[in-house]
């Protein structure tokens, strides 16, 4: 059963705290095939917990649950030492890290290695308090304890945490500065096949136009996926370099998506 001191975090989460060997691809299949369900019922690996709620596993097995080789893929030693000369603050209860383009921050599906993968082989206690798109770089929490995860937690979901992402942008946004609020499509409703959707709201504000090209600084006060790219797409200023919500032709054929989480501000007690 989930404990007081668990309640509200993901299911996901909770199941990685108590097998920490276990990579997140493993617990995502487990929970889409009904194996792993909370109070009976089938869920997604986002949904999160309550004081009293039993977790159920249907399959279990000591040797396959507890076995370290399912989580032991050797991380390469460049990769480690990319990780550590990305720290850019450190301190007993978390890091903030510049993470690097081209890396997942959490396993899945063809995904090799991950951000996560890399701290749970540095400390079991590391853990994960938001995320950034594999081709995002940037600023990245780490927590490095149950307490901390469970801090940011809170300060994320009160909006407390200030996110502030760079931009260079195809062509020129509709205003120079403005707030957009718009509604970003989440998933769909397999009862009915309704479409659900996520409100979001993004600042922005245009720093440079030059060559066609803009500079952009956003600043998201939802967090949901790919916010930024939907927002720069609306504006009718895809960033470039990215390939899935291109507003119209990318002239200058850039390969890497160039969008950087360029500050991260927060209180911490």
């Known amino acids: 059963n989930v404990s007081n001191d668990e309640d509200n975090i993901r299911i996901d989460r909770w199941l990685r705290r108590k097998f920490n060997r276990l990579p997140q691809s493993f617990f995502e299949k487990k929970l889409r095939k009904g194996f792993i369900r909370l109070n009976k019922k089938i869920i997604k690996s ?27 893929i050797k991380v390469p030693k460049n990769f480690i030492t990319k990780f550590k000369n990305s720290i ?46 594999k081709e995002t770089s940037g600023a990245l929490i780490i927590s490095k304890n149950y307490k901390t995860s469970r801090f940011f937690g809170s300060l994320f979901k009160e909006k407390k945490i200030n996110k502030m992402y760079l931009a260079v942008c195809n062509k020129y946004p509709r205003k120079k500065s403005g707030i957009i609020k718009l509604k970003i499509k989440k998933n769909k409703n397999l009862k009915n096949n309704s479409i659900i959707f996520n409100e979001s709201i993004t600042r922005y504000k245009l720093l440079e136009y030059k060559d066609n090209v803009s500079t952009i600084l956003f600043f998201p006060v939802t967090g949901k996926m790919h916010q930024i790219r939907i927002v720069a797409k609306y504006l009718g200023c895809s960033v470039l370099g990215d390939k899935k919500y291109k507003s119209s032709i990318d002239r200058n054929k850039i390969n890497k998506l160039m969008l950087h989480a360029f500050a991260i501000s927060f209180f911490y007690k």
């Open 88 to 133: 850019i603050f450190e301190n007993k209860d978390y890091m903030i890290i510049n993470k690097w383009k081209g890396i997942a921050t959490q396993g899945g599906s063809n995904v090799i290695h991950s951000i996560d993968e890399i701290i749970k082989n540095l400390s079991a206690n590391m853990s994960l308090v938001h995320r950034l798109d």
């Open 46 to 72: 986002n949904t999160k917990v309550a004081s009293g709620d039993c977790v159920e596993i249907r399959d279990f097995n000591s040797k396959i649950y507890t076995k370290e080789i399912i989580n032991n």
